[in-house]
């Protein structure tokens, strides 16, 4: 997919293998994504040859993208992205997550895993 996203939009894309608990608990792999991405806001044009633009990620990456993007408002105030693309993350965290609670049927993630991942990892 980003070997795609890099030849169709003629872009150099990046992928951060941030570490994964349980060996690296949270929050190693969050700090991993803050630090490649004020290395990229930094340093990408005299490295890549143009400036960060867009960062994004798919389920967990979409939530760290998040996590990361937020990161960046306060150590890189003067930065801004083109753009965000966000594939089936875990954004809304106050509990309403619709997905996990509107439907009859079962679902991957729902309301009560949710409300155990945010209670274990989101502590208030």
Do not use: W
């Amino acid at each position: 997919m980003l070997k795609f996203m890099a030849d169709k939009a003629d872009l150099t894309v990046i992928s951060v293998g941030y570490r994964l608990a349980p060996e690296d608990p949270y929050p190693a792999g969050n700090e991993d994504c803050f630090d490649v991405a004020e290395y990229l806001v930094d340093n990408a044009s005299s490295e890549f040859g143009g400036n960060l633009s867009f960062m994004g990620g798919d389920s967990a990456g979409g939530h760290l993208s998040v996590l990361t993007a937020f990161e960046l408002l306060d150590t890189r105030p003067k930065f801004a992205f083109k753009g965000l693309v966000l594939n089936f993350g875990a954004y809304d965290c106050s509990g309403f997550l619709p997905q996990a609670h509107h439907f009859d049927r079962l679902l991957v993630l729902d309301g009560e895993i949710m409300a155990k991942y945010m209670e274990a990892y989101l502590p208030g």
